[in-house]
């Protein structure tokens, strides 16, 4: 396959160049494990703690790694035959690891396990390679549309009353900017690929459309893709969205509802906890990314898969970790405690959930959500050079002919599909 042997190269060159350091001494019962920067930490920690506690003759040694050296540190410790016991890893990348043979395979020390029947759909899918499981959830995020529920009142808008269309959404937005000062009605992030397909990516799908390519390796099918860029361009010429966001990589990405001057804005699940506390006082709602047509609604599932890398000496420990993070109790103590989306589904009913209303209008954006499968997300989706954010970028910034842009875009995507 083709795909796999380009893979595979770029393991080996990316290896070349790669340095790979640990900062915490280690014992040698302990596992190693890497988890991208970036991600859930908190989460993260916690089920590590949670996992030492349980186990003081096989804990684990954390290490985050910069999310965009992971793959050049992975190379690395695969061309030197030193890698990770285990590994956390982006979720949409699990089938370009799949495809290059970089990932042990799991599905006989899992056959009998029940768990996996009610554990995140989308994660199980980019965890599956040509009908073989690679990993299972470490967490799961999903976005939606956050409300502030005070501007909501200023503006003379029903704070208990969210947008359901992407008309509503426009609706909303003008009256919010209304207000003046630095306070905005929504927010789109201007150059940060993976941002945007989280937040707009689901705009997209609520209003039928499709993004990656689809089973006739046609990517960006539908009129919702243009009716979506249209509606982002002209809420960005109404003055809707702070210039600055123009800049927004990703850095601050997760601070922006928090600071209390948007009105709505497209994000995710673990800005419950971090918007209450930067702005203890802000009340907010949560409701789904809608479409074009009223009531319509679709969601990104995202989050990180646990794997194993090829070579790894601890196949059987690292599959115990995989076991213990989906059994109940971890499932509850830890993840729900915590206020994080369970990743399986019937765990949801819970003390804390109960408790949190927010949680629970959160999760079900579960019931909608997506996750891409494509060998070259990266390529397509997630590079900041490109096809699908150089689109977003024109769309947003430039007069250019809507049809001409998606035109160009469909053309790189269906060129970078071609070397799978």
Not at 125 to 138: C, W
Not at 177 to 205: E, H, Q, R
């Amino acid at each position: 396959m083709r795909f796999q042997a380009r893979a595979r190269a770029l393991f080996l060159s990316l290896a070349a160049s790669a340095a790979l350091a640990l900062s915490t001494p280690v014992s040698a019962d302990d596992l190693i494990m890497w988890e991208r920067s970036g991600g859930n930490a908190g989460m993260v920690d916690r089920l590590i703690e949670m996992w030492n506690e349980k186990n003081p003759d096989r804990k684990i040694q954390l290490t985050y790694i910069p999310h965009a050296e992971m793959v050049a540190k992975l190379a690395q410790a695969i061309a030197s035959g030193d890698v990770p016991d285990l590994m956390g890893l982006d979720l949409i990348y699990g089938p370009q690891f799949e495809a290059a043979g970089q990932l042990v395979d799991i599905t006989d020390y899992f056959k009998d396990d029940p768990t996996l029947k009610t554990a995140s759909p989308g994660h199980m899918t980019v965890a599956t390679y040509d009908g073989r499981l690679y990993g299972v959830p470490l967490y799961a995020d999903v976005s939606a549309l956050f409300y502030n529920k005070d501007l909501f009142e200023q503006a003379g808008l029903d704070p208990n009353k969210p947008p359901t269309s992407l008309a509503e959404i426009r609706e909303y937005a003008d009256k919010i900017t209304a207000l003046g000062g630095d306070v905005k009605g929504y927010f789109l992030p201007g150059s940060c690929a993976g941002c945007n397909i989280f937040t707009v990516g689901p705009l997209m799908w609520a209003s039928g459309a499709t993004i990656e390519p689809n089973a006739d390796g046609e990517p960006l099918v539908g009129d919702g893709v243009k009716q979506v860029l249209q509606w982002a361009r002209d809420m960005i010429a109404a003055g809707n969205v702070h210039d600055d966001a123009r800049a927004e990589n990703g850095e601050t990405f997760h601070l922006r509802f928090g600071s209390g001057k948007l009105g709505m804005m497209g994000t995710g699940n673990f800005n419950i906890t971090l918007a209450r506390e930067q702005n203890p006082d802000m009340e907010f709602g949560i409701a789904l990314l809608p479409g074009v047509e009223l009531g319509s609604a679709a969601s990104f599932i995202g989050g990180d898969l646990v794997t194993i890398p090829k070579g790894s000496k601890r196949v059987e420990d690292a599959v115990d970790f995989m076991k213990f993070i989906l059994s109940d109790e971890v499932q509850v103590e830890g993840y729900a405690k915590l206020l994080n989306l369970t990743t399986r589904s019937d765990m949801t009913d819970n003390e804390y959930f109960n408790a949190e209303p927010l949680v629970q209008d959160v999760a079900k954006a579960l019931s909608v959500g997506r996750t891409p499968y494509t060998l070259t997300f990266f390529e397509q989706i997630n590079s900041p050079q490109g096809p699908w954010l150089q689109m977003l970028q024109r769309a947003y910034y430039t007069d250019d002919d809507l049809d001409e842009i998606i035109a160009d875009a469909k053309d790189q995507m269906k060129a970078i599909a071609a070397q799978e």
